[in-house]
């Protein structure tokens, strides 16, 4: 498919999806709603595609959220695709890791989109935040529910009711951010997160995914650990061809090559 507000790139088993609308700081209008829909339903269904990295074009903006001004063009709201804001915050069921790579702002819906993505590696200048109160509105979009999970109530609490935005290295410290880098050093970490992630076969890897999301909404620990031999990507693993495939190189003391079979 041809998109006109996402360039996508598969490089090996990484999908490199970026968010192509520099001019607006990458927000979001219908069109880019719908493609990004598109964009995550293919990456979902490609077996050969084990990871997606995900980051906005142009150096300034990761997303800016919704875009408003196409809003009152149409003068209607945009309508979400089946799996909500971005074609990702109601995708529940995607086992694959996301990577949010942030260079510049990631607020409002830019912010909970990439707080739905697993990882996030930034910049040093960037900076992220749920400003939506400011304006007399409300992030619904998923971001206070994840980020209240993600970094603990009073911290989340502290930044959902100012509206206050808070630099790269403030959300590494309130957990949110996996790693801040300078700009010149990004794509370097960007391909080291990656390669390690590869490294991994990837059906364990969706499997463990999995198994941490659904253990989330299981009652303690206990219930979690008798339930994860049930959630379905667990059952996968076990009976791939890479699990053997992982006995047999430690056994040879070599590299193993997975398959995702």
Same mark, same amino acid.
């Given at each position: 498919?041809?998109?006109?507000?996402?360039?996508?790139?598969?490089? +090996?088993?990484?999908?490199?999806?970026?968010?192509?609308?520099?001019?607006?700081?990458?927000?979001?209008?219908?069109? &880019?709603?719908?493609?990004?829909?598109?964009?995550?339903?293919?990456?979902? @269904?490609?077996?050969?595609?084990?990871?997606?990295?995900?980051?906005?074009?142009?150096?300034?903006?990761?997303?800016? +959220?919704?875009?408003?001004?196409?809003?009152?063009?149409?003068?209607?709201?945009?309508?979400?695709?089946?799996?909500?804001? @971005?074609?990702?915050?109601?995708?529940? #069921?995607?086992?694959?890791?996301?990577?949010?790579?942030?260079?510049?702002?990631?607020?409002?819906?830019?912010?909970?989109? @990439?707080?739905?993505? #697993?990882? *996030?590696?930034?910049?040093?200048?960037?900076?992220?935040?749920?400003?939506?109160?400011?304006?007399?509105?409300?992030?619904?979009?998923?971001?206070?529910?994840?980020?209240?999970?993600? *970094? +603990?109530?009073?911290?989340? &609490?502290?930044? *959902?009711?100012?509206?206050?935005?808070?630099?790269?290295?403030?959300?590494?410290?309130?957990?949110?951010?996996?790693?801040?880098?300078?700009?010149?050093?990004?794509?370097?970490?960007?391909?080291?997160?990656?390669?390690? *992630?590869?490294?991994?076969?990837?059906?364990?890897?969706?499997?463990?995914?999995?198994?941490?999301?659904?253990?989330?909404?299981?009652?303690?620990?206990?219930?979690? &650990?008798?339930?994860?031999?049930?959630?379905?990507?667990?059952?996968?693993?076990?009976?791939?061809?890479?699990?053997?495939?992982?006995?047999?190189?430690?056994?040879?003391?070599?590299?193993?090559?997975?398959?995702?079979?």
């Amino acid at each position: 498919m041809h998109y006109e507000t996402l360039t996508v790139d598969r490089k +090996g088993n990484v999908t490199h999806l970026v968010l192509n609308r520099p001019e607006v700081m990458n927000a979001i209008n219908q069109k &880019m709603h719908d493609e990004l829909e598109h964009a995550f339903d293919s990456f979902a @269904a490609d077996d050969s595609q084990y990871l997606c990295v995900v980051r906005g074009a142009g150096g300034r903006a990761f997303c800016a +959220g919704s875009d408003l001004k196409s809003i009152a063009t149409r003068n209607e709201p945009h309508v979400y695709p089946r799996h909500g804001y @971005a074609g990702l915050i109601e995708r529940f #069921d995607l086992d694959k890791p996301l990577l949010a790579a942030v260079d510049g702002v990631a607020v409002g819906g830019g912010f909970e989109f @990439a707080l739905a993505c #697993d990882l *996030i590696i930034a910049t040093d200048r960037s900076r992220f935040g749920l400003p939506e109160p400011l304006v007399g509105a409300v992030a619904l979009g998923g971001g206070m529910h994840r980020l209240a999970r993600q *970094i +603990g109530l009073k911290q989340a &609490m502290g930044l *959902i009711l100012t509206g206050d935005l808070v630099g790269a290295p403030e959300g590494h410290r309130l957990g949110f951010v996996n790693a801040v880098v300078a700009p010149e050093a990004f794509e370097q970490e960007i391909d080291r997160w990656c390669s390690r *992630i590869l490294r991994c076969a990837p059906l364990a890897t969706r499997a463990s995914k999995q198994s941490v999301m659904r253990g989330l909404s299981e009652p303690d620990v206990q219930a979690a &650990m008798v339930a994860q031999q049930h959630y379905p990507a667990f059952a996968d693993c076990y009976e791939s061809e890479d699990r053997l495939e992982g006995a047999r190189a430690f056994a040879e003391k070599r590299p193993p090559v997975w398959t995702g079979r």
